[in-house]
T-cell receptor
């Protein structure tokens, strides 16, 4: 069984640029959630994708967007990067039956630094 | 806004000591999960508690969910240096997102 994988591991971008982060979900899972973890804080929910559509969103601006593909993998896109976007971005996969959600398993994260 | 408060924020103890980490909220959660995170890595799921009053044991770790499903605790018996890490509690909300506490940094000295 393959766990959750994320790429790239590290990324350095300049303020105003755009970035795309990728996530492959764990085998058997159909839902991907994205979280932002600033240094010294707990992860903050960005959004979740289920059946290739956004299924819940946290308090993040529209410049944070995502996609889910038919194989359940996902992308997180951030436009017009700001210095405060520097963080560890975590992807978590789970199985959602449509009425019940199950445990989320996290990938290793992508460390984004905006200069 | 649902919030989870963890305490203490930082804990430094000697090998062999016992400790308890607390996770409190004014909100009810359908379930609560505990994770352990190493620096630069993603959180690793330790346990999920679902029923009010539930107690689960994982070797030297004991997890308890409050009767009202608003709070939880993690107790570690005879801590070892390998237990060092960031411990996070997370409440399941609305079936599709986790609300995390800020975490407890545990350092166990040998």
């Amino acid at each position: 069984e393959t766990g959750v994988t994320q790429s790239p591991t590290h990324l350095i971008k300049t303020r105003g640029q755009q970035v795309t982060l990728r996530c492959s979900s764990q085998s058997g899972h159909n839902t991907v959630s994205w979280y932002q973890q600033a240094l010294g804080q707990g992860p903050q929910f960005i959004f979740q994708y289920y059946r290739e559509e956004e299924n819940g969103r946290g308090n993040f601006p529209p410049r944070f967007s995502g996609l889910q593909f038919p194989n359940y993998s996902s992308e997180l896109n951030v436009n017009a990067l700001e210095l405060d976007d520097s963080a560890l971005y975590l992807c978590a996969s789970s199985f959602f039956s449509g009425s019940s959600s199950y445990e989320q398993y996290f990938g290793p994260g992508t460390r984004l630094t905006v200069t | 806004t649902q919030l989870l408060e963890q305490s203490p924020q930082f804990l430094s103890i000697q090998e062999g000591e016992n400790l308890t980490v607390y996770c409190n909220s004014s909100s009810v959660f359908s379930s609560l999960q505990w994770y352990r995170q190493e620096p630069g890595e993603g959180p690793v799921l330790l346990v999920t508690v679902v029923t009010g009053g539930e107690v689960k044991k994982l070797k030297r770790l004991t997890f308890q969910f409050g009767d009202a499903r608003k709070d939880s605790s993690l107790h570690i018996t005879a801590a070892q240096p390998g237990d060092t890490g960031l411990y996070l509690c997370a409440g399941a909300s609305g079936g599709n997102k986790l609300v995390f506490g800020a975490g407890t940094i545990l350092r166990v000295k040998s």
